[in-house]
Nanobody, 125 residues
């Protein structure tokens, strides 16, 4: 089992920045076998993929809507994955979830085994 706890959400004006963190605990000795990801869900909308990273080599993929503005990274020593969000837009407003899966990166939420509780990001215009 892997437990994930997100933090760093909040209220920010359009054009601003936030950095989300996701701390992993539990079976973290096997983190090298995991892929981590960020998803988000706005009110009345389905959960959507944002970014994913392979823990072992740091390779990442992004949704087109955030490419060039968001950066996913990880700190191996702290078992933490980050999402740096720059040039935020009102349409980025959502609850952001951290997720983990064994194996390769995936953009599909159904492929992820472990989820955090989510952190709210609100971008005002």
């Amino acid at each position: 089992q892997v437990q994930l706890v997100e933090s760093g959400g909040g209220l920010v004006q359009a054009g601003g920045s936030l950095r989300l963190s996701c701390a992993a605990s539990g079976r973290t000795l096997f983190m090298s076998k995991y892929a981590l990801a960020w998803f988000r869900q706005a009110p009345g909308k389905e959960r959507e993929f944002v970014a994913t990273i392979t823990w072992s080599d740091g390779r990442a993929d992004y949704a087109d809507s955030v490419k060039g503005r968001f950066t996913i990274s990880r700190d191996n020593a702290k078992n933490t994955v980050f999402l740096q969000m720059n040039s935020l837009k009102p349409e980025d407003t959502a609850v952001y979830y951290c997720a983990a899966r064994t194996g390769t990166r995936s953009t599909y939420s159904r492929n992820y085994e472990y989820w955090g509780q989510g952190t709210q990001v609100t971008v005002s215009s």
